[in-house]
């Protein structure tokens, strides 16, 4: 009969824990409406939920909005109280004392990816807003997904213009609530007429890129609601053993088909929108020959985006299990040779161990590679 193992929480978890929640209950919310082309009504969607929310009681105001609104958006800001932007060094910035000073409940911070002038505190916006959230204030705020550093570059190729303002996208992943505006039917009439940034004219053409930009908005947001997922998971404890997208793990070693693997690895993050995690358990005692195959692993590895961890492990199914349970992992691809001869009735297979341990996690198992190209019958040290 196996032991049990252990899962109490230890003192080091348990104040991990208090503190997060903590953390957690002092900072304010965080709510950020995405658009994903211009004119799709951030703006008018952020002032609407402020609102809705002074409706119910809450103590909301404004602290920034963007220049020559729109009739309807007008109507929606003479209900609020506003907080003027500081203009003391030459531009226009959120007054972040004045904010504090008066300690709303709610801000609305409209156009988070602005700069501020030079000599302010923060040289970002989204900068001021985490002083705010730190107060424990909560903000409502809404950006442009050409805005979002990360995703400039293939949206750039899209919308064909570059932007100079960003909001890293590890910020956004702060969220507590992310919320994409879809832009209205009449808008792709409007813009089909106009063109897209006065460039393009073609309806279908503007058709393919809205679809486009629209594809990668919702995919930043799932990433969001993941991160939301995993810190709620960590400050209550739980173990995490999926996520709300794919987190494909490929487990190489110098006789495992490496690049068969990555290559699976990353047509199935890419098709799920996922993410792709290489791993190499070091081994002792490796040949100059091994050595240089498994540099050429890691290197196909990095070459293919990969997320690439080289890891010191007694026991490599161990150190294996625990990396995938700390990254949400939902696929393991892990290399095998079936064992021949007598000691396999006696000792333990390292891929029927992995298999047991990874509970909720996929693992497909890969035939190893002999020099010659075909699958192999000797044994992976480790896996």
């Not at 909005?65 to 009739?71: A, G, H, K, L, R």
């Given at each position: ?132 959230l730190a107060a424990g204030i909560t903000v409502i705020t809404s950006i442009n997904l050409q805005f979002v550093a990360e995703r400039q570059q293939q949206v750039e190729s899209i919308r064909r213009k570059s932007v100079d303002d960003s909001v890293p996208e590890a910020f956004l992943r702060t969220a507590d609530e992310i919320e994409v505006v879809d832009a209205p039917p009449e808008y792709c009439v409007v813009r089909a007429a106009q063109g897209i940034e006065g460039e393009i004219a073609d309806p279908v053409l503007i058709e393919r890129q809205l679809s486009e930009l629209r594809e990668i908005a919702l995919v930043l947001a799932a990433e969001v609601v993941d991160h939301q997922l995993e810190s709620y998971l960590r400050r209550h404890g739980i ?145």
């Amino acid at each position: 009969m196996t032991d049990t193992p252990d899962r109490r929480p230890t003192p080091e978890q348990l104040l991990e824990r208090v503190e997060a929640e903590e953390h957690f209950h002092r900072r304010g919310r965080l709510k950020v409406f995405l658009g994903y082309a211009s004119g799709v009504g951030k703006t008018f969607r952020m002032l609407d939920e402020g609102r809705r929310r002074k409706m119910r009681g809450a103590d909301v105001v404004i602290a920034s909005i963007q220049p020559d609104p729109s009739p309807q958006v007008q109507e929606l800001l003479d209900g609020f109280e506003v907080i003027p932007p500081s203009t003391a060094l030459g531009g226009p910035m959120i007054d972040v004392p004045a904010v504090l000073r008066r300690r709303p409940g709610v801000c609305l911070i409209d156009g988070l990816a602005y700069a501020n002038p030079p000599g302010s505190a923060h040289p970002q916006r989204w900068q001021d807003v985490e002083d705010l959230l730190a107060a424990g204030i909560t903000v409502i705020t809404s950006i442009n997904l050409q805005f979002v550093a990360e995703r400039q570059q293939q949206v750039e190729s899209i919308r064909r213009k570059s932007v100079d303002d960003s909001v890293p996208e590890a910020f956004l992943r702060t969220a507590d609530e992310i919320e994409v505006v879809d832009a209205p039917p009449e808008y792709c009439v409007v813009r089909a007429a106009q063109g897209i940034e006065g460039e393009i004219a073609d309806p279908v053409l503007i058709e393919r890129q809205l679809s486009e930009l629209r594809e990668i908005a919702l995919v930043l947001a799932a990433e969001v609601v993941d991160h939301q997922l995993e810190s709620y998971l960590r400050r209550h404890g739980i173990e995490q053993v999926y996520g709300t997208h794919e987190r494909i793990l490929v487990c190489v070693t110098p006789r495992s088909n490496a690049s068969l693997m990555i290559r699976r690895g990353r047509r199935q993050a890419d098709r799920f929108h996922g993410d792709l995690h290489v791993v190499y358990v070091e081994q002792a005692d490796l040949s100059g020959a091994d050595r240089k195959v498994m540099e050429a692993n890691l290197d196909c590895a990095r070459e293919s985006g990969a997320h690439v961890e080289v890891m010191p492990g007694d026991d490599p199914i161990d150190a294996i299990l625990e990396y995938a349970r700390r990254q949400g992992i939902t696929q393991i691809f892990v290399g095998h040779s079936q064992r021949s001869g007598w000691t396999r009735h006696w000792k333990a297979n390292p891929v029927e161990r992995l298999i047991m341990g990874a509970d909720g996690i996929d693992v497909r198992i890969f035939p190893h590679e002999t020099a010659s190209g075909t699958a192999g019958n000797g044994q992976e040290p480790g896996t």
